[in-house]
């Protein structure tokens, strides 16, 4: 979320490309899957957006989630909500951390990021408030206790400039997101320019070696809100999107380090597509801060009927400025070199928008998961969906599965049993940058941000702030 807004560069005029795919077809004629029980994780004054939600694949009951807060209007220099819960996620213990100070984590600003591994290890990555780098987390106990073990510093790029802000449009390290699988842990950010990548490899629980010098992503200046997967052979796939305005001129681009954490770097970039979302694409449920085509990996790692596949979700705009974004996936069989068509996820007929999806793989089946806001439900004309009789601002969350390699989606699921407005809840970034999925063992555990107060234990459900929530949903 730390990023600063960049000036407008003149709008690239986008002609409309034919979709690549209709809606899953016969949705609408099958059995709606009803809503699961909401939980209100944090149940806390203020506003909490922007949630890393992960499973421990040694014991499915312990989740674990962390949050940005609102810092200024609690008072706090720094600090992020995390939540833990041992019950599968019916209840939850929450603190805040890194609070600054003598804190272990330093001063988190936000935009975490968290991923178990088989092992154990649950690793978090993150922003300072203060410092230019990013720190590595690391917790052996389900997510009670973390300790920084590496402050990942951007690579001295070449061309750098004292005080350089003509490297790229980001000054400041930005949007980290880490993933452990495989035996390896990898990080990858913006470095105020290019994208970067620094791994290590992981022998057991606590085992966790040095980090790599960082790798600098080819054809990737100016390339931001990253993702970062790795394949069953320890391949590493960064994938991010290039934005030619804030509006608009979208690309997603993938680059793969083949050896991983051998010594070849990473490949040279693949565009994958083009999304019609730039870096700040306003929307009307998502006013304030904007959203972005939000691309998302996932790498199957199973001996399933797809193994070695990987999945790419993203957002794109119908037409550009129409407000009427969908989520899509596409996959690659050959390592990202070349992908298939894209597949709609959402299923309404409306021209409304679906916007910050992510996308989980069930490492235990290969199924995947997508989760993402919808504003389906809101027409304007009041009832469930609309809080204020103005189309399209309002949204709930919804999520769908693939059982057959991404090759088409159940119907969808509303997981949110409320409606949220974000404007309403006076948090400056929304629903922030990114919402959270962790699917395990048939079940998918999504956290989003809510002001519905449809739970009952919001404090300010008066004010409309906003809470991270959560449920439990099984795969059909
Ligand atoms: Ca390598
Ligand atoms: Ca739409
Ligand atoms: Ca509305
Ligand atoms: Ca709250």
């Known amino acids: 979320m730390y990023r600063f807004r960049f000036p407008m560069m003149v709008a690239a005029i986008v002609t409309g490309a034919a979709l690549a795919a209709a809606p899953a077809a ?53 600090g992020m909500l995390e939540g ?58 389900g997510g009670l206790t973390f300790h920084v073990i590496a402050n990942i510093a951007k690579a001295d790029l070449p061309g750098k400039k004292a005080g350089g802000d003509n490297r790229g449009l980001f000054r400041f390290v930005d949007q980290p997101t880490i ?5 390896e842990v990898w990080v990858v950010f913006n470095a105020g320019g290019p994208m970067v990548a620094t791994g290590a490899r992981v022998s057991g629980l606590g085992q966790v070696g040095g980090f790599i010098p960082v790798e600098v992503v080819p054809g990737t200046n100016n390339c931001t809100y990253g993702d970062v997967s790795i394949g069953p052979s320890g ?30 770097g990473f490949g040279g970039r693949t565009f994958v597509t083009q999304t019609h979302v730039g870096g700040f694409d306003f929307i009307p ?33 119908h037409l550009n400025e129409s407000d009427n974004t969908d989520i899509y996936v596409r996959h690659s069989d050959d390592n990202g070199a070349t992908w298939s ?23 235990t089946t290969g199924n995947i998961a997508v989760v993402w806001y919808d504003s389906r439900n809101d027409l304007g004309t009041g009832g469930p969906g609309d809080t204020d009789g103005i189309a399209n601002d309002d949204a709930q969350f919804w ?10 989606f159940t119907p969808n699921i509303q997981i949110s049993a409320g409606t949220s407005n974000s404007h309403d809840s006076g948090n400056g970034i929304d629903y922030g940058d990114y919402s959270g999925l962790s699917f395990f063992g048939g079940i998918a555990h999504p956290a989003w941000s809510d002001n519905s107060n449809s739970t009952g234990n919001n404090p300010d459900g008066a004010l409309h702030q906003l809470d991270i929530y959560t449920a439990a949903v099984p795969l059909p």
């Open 26 to 78: 016969l949705a609408a004629a099958q059995a709606r899957i009803a809503t699961p029980v909401n939980v209100d994780i944090s149940q806390r004054h203020l506003n909490e957006s922007e949630e890393a939600i992960a499973v421990n694949p040694t014991n499915p009951n312990n989740i674990v989630t962390v949050t940005n807060v609102g810092h200024g209007e609690a008072g706090l220099a720094a």
């Open 285 to 317: 449920p998502q006013a304030d801060r904007s959203v972005d085509s939000e691309p998302g990996l996932a790498w199957d790692g199973t001996g399933g009927p797809h193994a070695g596949r990987v999945y790419l979700v993203y957002t794109r705009e």
């Open 179 to 183: 993933t452990a699988a495989h035996g």
């Open 235 to 264: 391949q590493v796939m960064d994938a991010c999107a290039l934005t030619e305005s804030g509006q608009g001129g979208g690309k997603i681009f993938v680059n793969v380090d083949p050896d991983g954490l051998g010594p070849a």
């Open 341 to 363: 068509a894209a597949v709609r996820v959402n299923d309404d007929h409306t021209t409304n928008s679906q916007f910050l999806p992510k996308i989980s793989l069930d490492p």
């Open 399 to 408: 999520g769908a599965f693939s059982t057959n390699g991404g090759g088409s």
């Open 84 to 141: 833990v819960s041992l019950d599968g996620g019916k209840t939850w213990t929450t603190k805040l951390v890194a609070l600054g100070g003598s804190d272990p984590l330093g001063d988190g600003c936000c935009d975490p990021s968290l991923s178990f591994d088989r092992y154990g290890n649950l690793f978090m990555t993150y922003l300072y408030e203060a410092e230019d780098q990013v720190p590595v987390a690391l917790s052996t106990d």
